[in-house]
């Protein structure tokens, strides 16, 4: 039987199939390249952890605990809709290392075939196109993006070392500057990617970069999974850890479903919230 879920928001009560949820919220229809539509997605416990770093190491991971495979249908259904992810180069080492998944392609499991065929229902290539975000510009390409033919972008702070700019460069890769220090800022990002074409930007890239392009205003929906489980930890990771966002980070409910049966029964909340635009 599959997978239900019951909405709580905006019409509490309605039970509907997971799959399918968030294609429902027709992203395609929201963003322009001349305003563009970026979100991100993360998981999290209640108690805010949304990964974990090793005292040994210095490694960051998310806990298997807080993943499911409801989770991580609405994540591809999310993926389906981008023009463009965004991920940053730490995550292409971790990759190259193999200490992550694959998470650059979507509708490729038989799972998921479904998801790839709304892409390509939708005239869309069947998959997006990548932005890699690094301020040191050391991270290998994988093979797999190069297989499906997935234009890559490489995004940088204007102090990058010129050593690797210019080794990017011998390779045929553009390198983007959106950022007046080593670092990349949100908006400028999200301006140099509007104008390659993309109105819809899916931030994969972290905390760090969910947090920078909620300082510039360029966010606009957090989709967030809260698992019901209380982590602990005395290092991990939440949705931001620099200064005070202030009016930056006031978002609105936008959506609200109970899934009672994952992960490994405990229930958890897929909900989605809107930036709060000041009038």
Known sequence: ???QILELYPNSGISRPLDGTYLAHELRRLGTTARPFVYANFVSSLDGRIAVVEADTGESYVLEDLTSSHDWRLFQELQAQADCLVTHGGYLRALAARKFDDILQ????RQAL???????AHGLMRQPAIAIVSRTLDFPIPSSLERHGQPV??????EAPPDRIALWRERGCEVIFAGGGPSVDGAPMIDALATRGYAHLYLLAGPQMLETVLRDGALSRLYLTMTHQVIGGERFHTLAAGPRLGRGGRLQLHTLYFDAAAPQGTGQ???SFNVRKEG
């Not at 979507?106 to 499991?109: D, I, Q, Y």
């Not at 479904?114 to 390509?120: A, E, M, V």
């Not at 972008?153 to 204007?158: D, F, L, R, S």
């Open 269 to 271: 909340f897929f909900a």
């Open 1 to 3: 039987m599959a997978a």
């Open 153 to 158: 972008h490489i995004i940088t702070g204007n």
């Open 114 to 120: 479904d998801i790839g065929d709304w892409r390509s």
């Open 106 to 109: 979507v509708g490729l499991t």
